[in-house]
């Protein structure tokens, strides 16, 4: 592989957000020196449907030079490359890829696909940074940039506006530092323009490779998915095939044969979404029997057979205590409750 190289040097930073993140990232890069020949790559979840104006505001408090990021753009130094809407961000060699491979814990840009690729690609050069965010993407990613000899990051869950992510990070990742903004910037300060020997990087794990080619290719089945783990108990939410448990260290995730990944957390959020939009497929369908008997009821007392009407209005008493049960389980906040 095409690792760019710049010496003894932790020169590629990789972000990571969510929930409360443009307000992190905007005092992350008001105070960060523009001269650290560091390169930055942001990930923060975004509407699919819209443009994004993230670039335009990361500009607006740092002299370095942002952009959104394009395929096969050329790394930089000094610059801040910011993901596209609906497009996965990844280092390939010394260029980017901007690519619309599946989705990983139920979104595209994932924080995952650049962290993942980022380690696979320049290794101990890596520093990978979570910031505020829901759920736990990004998790998995800074896994892979510490497994291979990267630096990893979080900020300090008690100053994150949402603090799931980093606390997620924090349980299931051996981080290097945790603080608050001022005292991220400072040390990515440090890390950045420190010249110094950097660990012995050992080959990538098959696993690391073929989930990289899943994000950039978009094939998972040809990419051999299946030979990644097991086969869990649980199919994929958005197009049903069968999952494969993935297991990196204490971290165990989900992927299918087309690609789809999951977090347990993200697999909970969506396996609820499935479960809500079911029960009201239900409500609504009993609810419309209800009328029907009740209009059919109306008719048969009109023509004189009262007998029939009274049968009619009893079967409709009875859909309405069954659908009774079934609204309050779908307004249920516990029930649907994600953590």
Known sequence: ????????????VVLGASAGG???????????????????FVVLHISPHSPSQLARILQRVTSMHVTSAEDHQAIMPNTVYVATPDRHLMIEGDRL???RGPKECRVRPAIDVLFRSAALTCGPRVIGVILSGALDDGTA???????RKGLAFVQAPEEAQYRSM??????????????????????????????????????????????????????????????????????CPECHGVLVQIEDGMLVRF????????????????????????????VRAIEER???LKQFADLAEAAGKVAEALSLRQKANVA??????????????EFFAND
């Open 22 to 40: 443009v307000e992190a990232l905007q005092t992350m890069f008001a105070s960060l020196p523009s001269d650290t020949a560091a390169s930055f």
């Open 166 to 235: 980093p606390d997620s990070a924090i349980e299931h990742v051996d981080v290097d530092f945790v603080g608050t903004i001022e005292q991220l910037s400072a040390a990515l300060t440090r890390e950045t323009i420190c010249h110094a020997s950097l660990p012995i990087l050992h080959a990538p794990r098959i696993s690391q490779e073929v989930e990289n080619e899943v994000a950039l290719e978009g094939n998972g089945m040809y990419a051999d998915v299946m030979k990644l783990g097991k086969v869990s108990n649980y199919t």
């Open 320 to 333: 309405e205590e069954k659908c009774a049960s079934l609204r309050a389980l779908v307004l249920d906040t």
């Open 97 to 99: 890829r901007v690519t």
């Open 290 to 292: 209800i009328l029907i």
């Open 255 to 282: 992927r299918c044969h087309t690609g789809h990944a999951y977090s347990f957390k993200s697999l909970l959020v969506e396996v609820n979404e499935a479960v809500d939009a079911s029960l009201w497929s239900t």
């Open 1 to 12: 592989m095409n690792v760019p190289q710049c010496g003894n040097r932790r020169n590629i």
């Open 141 to 147: 990613g800074l896994w892979q940039i510490k497994d």
